[in-house]
């Protein structure tokens, strides 16, 4: 648990349960998480849930995923390098697998940038039907709306002030400050590339996701003692 508690240092006990588990350690949750006290390591804060919004009619306006490419949500993130300078990162999320396609690290980031980041994306994957934003002047830019009705995506926009609506996101964005950001001193925004695309490895094949029954958006497949396991 220490090992993996070290290895992991943004995890609580909960995902390094679920880890242990996969390694084929056969433990009581109550005894992982006494473990856990005793040991003085690192607890999980709990947030509080946002109210949903809701239309006078009491229809919930945020359109919710039904199958992989159906909604993929886009927005920033933004924090500085060791000397001070700004930079920000892209990142996009399918919704419905919760399976991070990207984070994009730049110095500056325009329309044109987003555009560049979410070609490729659309190559590998195959295209959302919608793509949830904010209104940024990144996302609602002429070249930006003009592409998505040539490759035939419908772009929902969420209303200003209104972060929860893009809920999927914002929760990953948490998540990569609070385990990379916070934790990282980058020097250059390649440096930040680099280990945000090892993080992300991780985030997509190993780390446990509770929304997901605590399994990974892209289990890996585990060959342990000539058994076939995952998923």
């Avoid at 239309?55 to 919710?64: E, P, T």
């Avoid at 039907?129 to 609602?140: C, H, K, L, T």
């Avoid at 948490?174 to 993080?199: C, D, M, P, S, Y």
């Avoid at 490895?201 to 990974?216: D, E, S, V």
Wanted: aromatic share 10%; glycine share 6%; proline share 6%.
């Amino acid at each position: 648990m220490i090992r993996l508690a070290k290895q992991y240092g943004r995890y609580g006990y909960r995902k390094v349960l679920e880890l242990l588990r996969i390694e084929g350690w056969w433990v009581n949750h109550k005894k992982v998480e006494r473990l856990w006290h005793e040991e003085g390591l690192q607890l999980p804060q709990r947030h509080k849930k946002r109210k949903r919004l809701y239309h006078k009619d009491s229809s919930i306006i945020r359109l919710r995923p039904t199958h992989p490419n159906h909604i993929w949500s886009i927005d920033f993130v933004h924090d500085k390098l060791s000397n001070g300078r700004s930079y920000k990162m892209l990142t996009v999320l399918d919704e419905y697998t919760r399976q991070a396609l990207a984070v994009e690290v730049r110095s500056r980031m325009g329309a044109e940038d987003v555009l560049e980041a979410l070609y490729p994306l659309l190559l590998c994957h195959g295209t959302p039907e919608y793509i949830r934003s904010d209104n940024g002047p990144e996302f609602v830019a002429k070249a930006m709306q003009e592409w998505l009705v040539r490759v035939g995506v419908r772009p929902i926009r969420i209303y200003p002030g209104s972060p929860w609506e893009n809920g999927y996101n914002e929760r990953f964005n948490g998540t990569l400050r609070h385990e990379i950001l916070n934790a990282e001193w980058f020097t250059t925004t390649k440096q930040a590339q680099i280990v945000i695309n090892h993080w992300l490895k991780q985030y997509n094949h190993t780390r446990p996701h509770q929304a997901l029954n605590m399994r990974p958006p892209v289990p890996e497949t585990l060959i342990r003692n000539g058994t076939e396991l995952g998923g």
